[in-house]
């Protein structure tokens, strides 16, 4: 029998490295997107295949549709097979609400919410075949919490949980789940572009009940967990690994 395929967008780097190399551990052939930094998805991929899985390495810009398309298009060639998609990729502009031009709001709405709906309409046809599959997205407490500078990327990732709902349902009798996991802050390269980086590390540091910032490894298992058995009745939701961070904003 095939192995099972697992997309996860925006792979290079960060967690969605540490979830491709996680799901390869488990034992899912992995395919690698990326936008810019071809080393590190060449990185990621040889790491995948150390651990005994292939790796299709696709570099897609996820907020440009017909760029998903070509992507799930490369998908059917190599694997012919899609289980699991994991959309991880984002960026954004950094700004607030006052000086945002719309530019810097298409560029983060198209990358981080536009790009769920399309890659899960392409990723939901391949699902089909296989008899169902699960959609595991990545969020930031920005969606529901005031963040400095951050009101575009927190208003797209609230579309992201709420569109995460939205298909949850209509997905459900596609034997397909739908959910996603909601960070704290991590320190990833995507923090290097805060102009308060400093200030939002010594706050994770000094004001997480858990006693420590989230590191990658903690959202990876809470998505693992979801794409388990253990999981099944959990649908639509967005879990909060923050640590009890967001319990004192
Ligand atoms: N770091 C945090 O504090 C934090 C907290 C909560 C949630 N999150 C969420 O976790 C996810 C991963 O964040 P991270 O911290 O790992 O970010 P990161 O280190 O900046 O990595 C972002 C990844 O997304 C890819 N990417 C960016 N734009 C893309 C595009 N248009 N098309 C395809 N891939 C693209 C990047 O690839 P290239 O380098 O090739 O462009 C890179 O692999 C994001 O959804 C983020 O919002 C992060």
Redesign the pocket.
């Known amino acids: 029998m095939d192995k099972k395929v697992a997309v996860v ?10 979830i491709a190399l996680r799901l390869a551990q488990e034992g899912f052939d992995i395919v690698v ?6 080393e ?2 060449l990185q990621t991929a040889k790491e995948i295949e150390a651990l005994g899985q292939k790796a299709l390495i696709v ?6 549709v017909e ?1 998903i398309r070509e992507m799930f298009a490369q998908i059917d060639e190599a694997f012919g097979r899609v289980d699991v998609l994991i ?6 502009v950094l700004r607030p609400a006052i000086d945002l031009e719309e530019s810097h709001w298409d560029w983060t709405m ?3 919410s536009k ?1 769920l709906l399309f890659c899960a309409q392409e990723a939901v046809k391949r699902m089909e075949k296989v008899g169902g599959g699960k959609i595991v ?6 969606s529901i919490r005031y963040l400095e500078n951050y009101t575009a ?1 927190g208003v797209s ?1 609230a579309a ?1 949980e709420s569109l995460t709902r939205y298909l949850a349902v209509e997905l459900a009798s596609k034997n397909i789940s739908v959910n996603a ?13 805060f102009p308060n980086r400093d200030e ?1 590390l010594a706050d ?1 540091v000094a004001k997480t009940p858990a006693g420590r910032m ?1 590191e ?1 490894k903690d ?1 990876v298992n809470a998505v693992l967990f979801l794409l388990s058995e253990q999981a099944e009745m959990i649908r639509g939701q967005t879990i909060i690994v ?1 640590g009890g961070r967001s319990l004192l904003m």
Do not use: C, E, F, M
Not at 59 to 64: E, H, P, Q, S, T
Not at 87 to 92: E, L
Not at 137 to 142: R, Y
């Open positions: 967008t925006g792979s290079s780097r960060g967690i969605g490295r540490a997107n990326y936008a810019r930094s071809k590190a998805a570099k897609a810009n996820v907020g440009k760029k959309n991880n990729a984002a960026s954004g198209d990358i981080n790009a997205s990545i969020s930031s407490l920005g990327v990732k992201v996991v909601s960070g704290g802050a991590i320190d990833t390269d995507a923090l290097k572009h939002l994770a989230v990658p959202i923050d």
